[in-house]
């Protein structure tokens, strides 16, 4: 019905970039919520960034670092990640909210690893 593919992720040096992305392909006839959560090992997972409309929402420890940005006509979603931190690493999952034929759900991605080193 509606896949979510990340991509992007990868190791990084503390200080570093990457910039990750989610494309949604399927029966879509609208995306509501594009967001990115993360879970490190051991950890639950955590809300990262969300983008509703022309609002977006960070973790208070991703701010001023991370910047969420949608592409509509595409139906990407992406994540740039800037000064990379060691507490970064986990892996990285999309999460949207979509509009489909049967109606309107919300669907994960695979994730993608992102592992930062010092």
């Known amino acids: 019905q509606v896949q979510l593919v990340e991509s992007g992720g990868g190791l990084v040096q503390a200080g570093g970039s990457l910039r990750l992305s989610c494309v949604a392909s399927?029966?879509?006839?609208?995306?509501?919520?594009m967001g990115w959560y993360r879970q490190a090992p051991g950890k639950q997972r955590e809300p990262v960034a969300v983008?509703?409309?022309?609002?977006?929402n960070y973790a208070d420890s991703v701010k001023g670092r991370f910047t969420i940005s949608r592409d509509n006509a595409k139906n990407t979603v992406y994540l740039q990640m800037d000064s990379l931190k060691l507490e970064d690493a986990g892996v990285y999952y999309c999460?949207?909210?979509?509009?489909?034929?049967?109606?309107?759900?919300?669907?994960w991605g695979q994730g993608t690893q992102v592992t930062v080193s010092s």
């Open positions: 983008v509703r409309g022309g609002s977006s």
């Open positions: 399927g029966s879509i006839i609208s995306i509501n919520v």
């Open positions: 999460n949207e909210e979509i509009r489909t034929t049967r109606g309107t759900y919300s669907f």
